[in-house]
């Protein structure tokens, strides 16, 4: 298994896409650095690059490169939460275009899937976390739920060795704003 870690790795290097297992469910992926890597992903949904795209990343010290203020809260909710849940930062910095909102936000979600942390860190980089679906299809939550013309517009795929146990749902997501203030979106 670690040959496919590096085979994805080195793929994404290159500005591909991976389909992959998230800590939710199965989604598109790419270094979220990479500007032609983040178009590839929105052509492959047919989305609106005017939608912005979730980020994981594999803890406190890369959420704090990748978003300009990180208020207090938004660690708590980190440390404490028991599921899977994406922030949404009022602005990020040194991502791709696309990746953040028109106003500069970002929506990061810090992983504890076993998978997700070990491409992170060998990438050294936040990777794009988004339902590897045709934007308005639904969602899959296993990989014989994604689409063939999903699967053969991708770079890597993953196994299914690496799913782990995600929640097969989508996260929870939280605004916090640089004030603290918290809304709950979803």
């Not at 990479?34 to 992903?41: G, H, L, P, R, S």
Request: some cysteine; hydrophobic content about 40%.
């Amino acid at each position: 298994m670690e040959d496919d870690v590096n085979q994805i790795v080195e793929a994404l290097h290159r500005g591909g896409v991976m389909l992959y297992p998230t800590d939710t469910l199965w989604g598109l992926g790419c270094d979220a650095t990479c500007e032609a890597a983040v178009a590839k992903i929105f052509a492959i949904k047919q989305r609106s690059d005017a939608k912005s795209l979730i980020v994981l990343v594999d803890g406190e010290e890369m959420l704090s490169r990748h978003v300009r203020h990180v208020p207090k809260p938004a660690l708590d909710i980190v440390r404490l939460s028991n599921t899977p849940q994406t922030i949404i930062y009022s602005e990020g910095t040194d991502l791709a275009s696309g990746v953040c909102a028109a106003d500069g936000s970002v929506a990061v979600r810090v992983t504890s899937h076993p998978f997700c942390k070990k491409i992170i860190r060998c990438l050294g980089r936040p990777v794009v976390s988004t339902s590897a679906n045709i934007s308005g299809d639904t969602a899959p939550r296993t990989l014989a739920e994604v689409a063939p013309a999903v699967r053969q517009s991708v770079d890597v795929q993953v196994s299914e060795a690496w799913e782990g146990q995600p929640t097969r749902k989508p996260s929870g997501i939280i605004r916090i704003d640089t004030d603290g203030r918290v809304q709950i979106i979803r």
